[in-house]
């Protein structure tokens, strides 16, 4: 069975500064997604980034970034110029190529401070 | 664009009642799931649904739980006698149908379950 850890319950970062979120995950599957969902306070699961995993050019999406190691099992979010909306819970998902077996992490909470 | 709608936001309800969460999936995709979390836990894997059969479904969704696509719009999630324990957020998420798109999930806002 496939599993996703974060091991960072909580962090916080200084406006217009950088952050990383690690995600590892663990599978027997050589195809599959991970994506990265950010839940602010009002609760709705918002996708921020996805990357395939036969890609091995990392995925960006304006200020948000991935380091996608396929071989570590490594997946981790670089949040770029921090804003204060970025406050959020953010949760690693994995999912295989056969859209089955959709996993979250424990989800890392991360607070933007001014 | 387009987005997943679920109603109500809130649900109250007292334990044993039945409850009837809905969701209006993205209108173009066909594959409809349903997650729940638990205040201060993940978000969990409940079920999902395509060509108007489950096609999977975990652990945590049992007998008390069924899915129906009631028309060509509306898709939920009934809960047959409510537990304390069933208090949560339900998340609805839709997905389109074809090659790799089928894997990224769009969630709607969620309905905040309180049974008491």
């Known amino acids: 069975a496939q599993t996703v850890t974060q091991s960072q319950p909580e962090m916080s970062v200084q406006e217009a500064e950088t952050v990383t979120l690690s995600c590892t995950y663990d599978?027997?599957?050589?195809?599959?997604?991970l994506f990265w969902y950010k839940q602010p306070p009002s609760r709705q699961m918002i996708l921020v980034i996805r990357?395939?995993?036969?890609?091995?050019q990392n995925a960006t999406e304006n200020r948000f970034s991935v380091n996608f190691q396929k071989a570590a099992k490594s997946f981790s979010l670089k949040i770029s110029d921090s804003q204060l909306g970025d406050t959020a819970m953010y949760f690693c998902?994995?999912?295989?190529?056969?859209?089955?077996?959709?996993?979250f992490g424990p989800g890392t909470r991360l607070s933007v401070l001014p | 664009e387009p987005e997943v709608t679920q109603t109500p936001s809130h649900q109250v309800t007292q334990m044993g009642q039945e409850v009837i969460l809905r969701c209006v999936p993205i209108?173009?995709?066909?594959?409809f799931y349903w997650y729940r979390q638990i205040l201060g836990q993940k978000v969990e894997f409940l079920v999902s649904?395509?060509?108007?059969?489950?096609?999977?479904k975990s652990e945590i969704f049992d007998d008390q739980f069924s899915v129906e696509r009631p028309d060509g719009s509306n898709f939920t999630l009934k809960i047959r006698s409510t537990k304390l324990e069933d208090s949560a957020m339900y998340f609805c998420?839709?997905?389109?149908?074809?090659?790799?798109?089928?894997?990224?999930?769009?969630f709607g806002a969620g309905t905040r379950l309180s049974v008491l």
């Open positions: 998420a839709s997905s389109e149908a074809d090659g790799y798109v089928k894997n990224i999930q769009y």
């Open positions: 990357q395939e995993a036969y890609k091995q």
């Open positions: 649904f395509y060509n108007n059969e489950i096609s999977e």
């Open positions: 209108s173009n995709h066909l594959y």
């Open positions: 998902a994995f999912i295989d190529n056969y859209g089955q077996n959709f996993v």
């Open positions: 599978t027997s599957e050589s195809n599959y997604y």
